[in-house]
């Protein structure tokens, strides 16, 4: 996953893939006989496990609104290294190398969006305004991994997390 995140589809090699793993490329082909193509698969599958569990059902859980939101940041911010980490999703939704990865790309964005909205709607806010909310909310983290990486400056990363849960939950 860490090739893939940050060099993305075309950018990541077999070479960088088997340094990664520390198999030879013989051995990825076995594991993995359509290529890279399979390698990414692997790696979406494990990356949606990863959010349902970690990001998406903590979301849709128990507990009051801003609980949640804060569970989402603690979340994140491990995820993204504080905002040094690359999106592999983005990464991945680059170029048409990687376009049959993208219904599934757009699907897990879906599936966050859905589930950040729900405790916006628990809290009270309309569905259409949670939904809008929402979809703002993950422009704006992504921006913030795009923004601090390149800047090399964790700290904006930081500050967006801090104040999407007030901002989410306002009235």
């Keep these: 996953m860490a090739v893939l ?13 088997s340094r990664a793993t520390g198999l030879g490329k013989s051995s990825l082909y076995h594991h ?6 399979d390698m ?3 790696v979406l599958a494990h990356l949606e496990q990863t959010l349902e569990a970690d990001l998406f059902a903590p979301l849709r859980g128990d507990g009051p609104p801003a609980a949640r939101l804060r569970a989402m940041n603690r979340t994140l911010d491990a995820f993204y290294d504080h905002g040094q ?15 049959p990865f993208h ?31 929402a979809e703002d909310a993950i422009a704006r983290i992504q921006g913030a991994v795009v923004l601090a990486r390149s800047l090399q ?11 999407l849960p007030t901002e989410l939950l306002r009235r």
């Design 103 to 133: 219904p599934r790309i757009r699907q897990i964005f879906a599936r966050w969006i859905e589930a950040l909205a729900a405790p916006l709607r628990a809290a009270g806010l309309s569905p259409s305004v949670a939904r809008t909310r």
């Design 5 to 17: 995140r940050q060099q993305g589809y075309d950018g990541a090699s077999l070479s960088e893939l």
């Design 32 to 37: 993995f006989p359509d290529g890279k193509d």
């Design 40 to 42: 990414v698969g692997a």
């Design 153 to 163: 400056d964790s700290t904006v990363f930081a500050r967006t997390l801090r104040a």
């Design 85 to 99: 980490d690359a999106c592999l999703l983005a990464n991945l939704g680059i170029g048409e190398s990687s376009r």
